[in-house]
């Protein structure tokens, strides 16, 4: 049962434009959602979170969006940088801690 | 501060054969966990561990996995035998207490190929 899903597996944008990356959830239960970024041959590094009493957080050029009646959340990069092509994996609390991820959007930015 | 620190950073074993992986998790994170990702999915949880006691290894296949975490700090995963559709990257994490909304530090990971 995947909880968590990512339907795009890849995503190219060019320097400067937007990136917009989508996840997708069926456990109307949690109430946190991470963000991950992973560079190859390293760990994913935690990016940014939202609280699901809230509909936007923004952490400099990131920004999430939740929209807990569709089940849906995005995640804005403006302006891309060419640094920000990385996979990109949405996470949420199964509780005690862990994390249940999607399967990961490659992000793409072109110089 | 330093990080999660894992070894090996990668391994080439045939099937059947055995491997094991070890992982220093960041100085007084209580809780440590293995997740396994494989090509193209996203990581997977394996184990959990509170100090030295196992919280959660319903993901673990425990007729060839296993996972201990001697005096609550380093941990080995083991694979006997290996199979093939175990070819994977092996993340270790770890955080401070294991709550809800913490976030969890990985390591690098070991990228074990079953040939």
């Known amino acids: 049962d995947q909880q968590v899903k990512q339907n795009s597996p890849s995503l190219s944008v060019q320097e400067g434009r937007i990136s917009i990356l989508n996840c997708d959830y069926t456990?109307?239960?949690?109430?946190?959602f991470l963000w991950y970024k992973k560079y190859p041959a390293e760990g994913p590094t935690f990016l940014i979170s939202i609280s699901s009493i809230k509909d936007k957080n923004e952490d400099g050029r990131f920004t999430v969006f939740l929209n807990k009646s569709a089940k849906h959340l995005s995640l804005h990069i403006v302006p891309s940088q060419p640094g920000d092509s990385a996979v990109y994996f949405c996470?949420?609390?199964?509780?005690?801690?862990?994390?249940?991820f999607g399967q990961g959007t490659t992000l793409q930015v072109k110089p | 501060e330093a990080g999660v620190a894992q070894s090996p950073r990668y391994k080439i074993i045939e099937k059947r054969q055995s491997v094991a992986f070890w992982c220093n998790p960041i100085?007084?994170?209580?809780?440590l966990y293995w997740y396994q990702q494989i090509l193209g999915q996203g990581p997977k949880l394996l184990i959990q561990?509170?100090?030295?006691?196992?919280?959660?290894d319903s993901q673990l296949p425990k007729d060839r996995f296993s996972a201990e975490r001697l005096k609550g700090v380093d941990s080995t995963l083991k694979i006997q035998p290996a199979k093939l559709e175990d070819s994977a990257v092996y993340l270790c994490?770890?955080?401070?207490?294991?709550?809800?909304?913490?976030?969890?530090?990985f390591g690098s990971g070991t990228q074990l190929s079953v040939l």
């Open positions: 996470a949420a609390p199964r509780g005690g801690g862990k994390l249940i």
């Open positions: 100085s007084g994170h209580a809780t």
């Open positions: 456990n109307s239960m949690f109430d946190y």
């Open positions: 994490a770890s955080s401070l207490r294991g709550a809800g909304n913490e976030k969890l530090f």
């Open positions: 561990f509170q100090n030295n006691g196992v919280v959660d």
